[in-house]
């Protein structure tokens, strides 16, 4: 099981941090991303962290203002957003795999909820 936490309302401009937890599934072993859907359009990607060597990616929407990170003895992982816009707005959730494909949404065996993420102008 995977759970989202720490979505909101904030301005353009503001940060929010984003926690996935992890219950019964040993997210060392897994990469793990994050992933976003605003109303009215597909899920895309936008962050993946690797188990092994941590290596991260980013959509090109997101670079530079995102940051992921995992803490595996927490059995979490984070995604830093700074200087949001109003065009990150959306559901954001966090998905779990073994694959070594990360862009493609069917290459993620497990998914959270999601957390609503608001950014006013």
């Known amino acids: 099981q995977l759970v989202e936490s720490g979505g909101g309302l904030v301005q353009a401009g503001g940060s929010l941090r984003l926690t996935c937890a992890a219950s019964g599934l040993p997210l060392a072993s897994y990469n793990m991303g994050w992933f976003r859907q605003a109303p009215g359009k597909e899920r895309e990607f936008v962050a993946a962290?690797?188990?092994?060597?941590?290596?991260?990616y980013y959509a090109e929407s997101v670079k530079g203002r995102f940051t992921i990170s995992r803490d595996d003895a927490k059995n979490t992982v984070l995604l830093q957003m700074n200087s949001l816009k109003p065009e990150d707005t959306a559901v954001y959730s966090c998905?779990?795999?073994?694959?070594?494909?990360?862009?493609?949404?069917?290459?993620?065996?497990?998914w959270g909820q999601g957390t609503q993420v608001t950014v006013s102008s």
């Open positions: 998905a779990a795999t073994m694959s070594i494909q990360l862009v493609p949404t069917t290459s993620w065996n497990y």
């Open positions: 962290i690797r188990w092994s060597g941590g290596r991260t």
